[in-house]
């Protein structure tokens, strides 16, 4: 039996970007709608974001404009997730955070701003990837639809 323990086992280090790559899924929701799924980082208090496929591209458009001009004072119902990352977006001690949805259980994205810009070059660069793979999906009602056409 060993006299040590380590006292960083629960402490993630990995970059926002590294945490992107090994989660972003394109799915379909229970409701049949295509959604991208991602997290940007790890542990207590973090979550994935999950929004529409066709919501993505401005999303990403509206982060972009904030590693550009900078991030507003702050300032709920029911939004799109631009519209709330536009609402919800701020910085706290060199951390931005942000949400994509409001309500219970929402999670917010928190990002380094050291990091920020990395992100969203990332974020970005998979625009068409999640558009072509959430195109791709079908719900099971479409199909059924498709095929007796």
């Keep these: 039996m060993s006299d040590k323990t380590n006292i ?22 229970d409701l049949g709608e295509s959604v991208i ?13 999950t929004l529409p496929v066709d919501e ?10 904030y590693v550009k001009d900078g991030i507003p004072e702050s300032e709920e119902e029911l ?6 990352v536009r609402r919800t977006i701020k910085q ?3 951390v931005i955070s942000f949400r994509v949805r409001s309500g219970k259980g929402a999670k917010p994205a928190r990002v380094t701003a050291d990091d920020f810009s990395e992100v969203i070059e990332l974020l970005r660069s998979t625009v068409d990837s999640v558009e072509a793979a959430g195109a791709s999906l079908v719900a099971p009602a479409d199909a059924d639809a498709d095929a007796s056409e």
């Design 8 to 29: 960083f086992a629960n402490e993630h280090n990995e970059s926002p970007a590294q945490v992107i790559r090994q989660t972003m899924a394109v799915s379909l929701s």
């Design 37 to 49: 799924t991602f997290a940007t980082n790890r542990g207590k208090g973090s979550g994935a974001q």
């Design 56 to 65: 993505f591209r401005e999303y990403v458009e509206t982060l972009e404009g």
């Design 79 to 84: 939004l799109s997730a631009s519209e709330t």
């Design 92 to 94: 706290e001690d060199g």
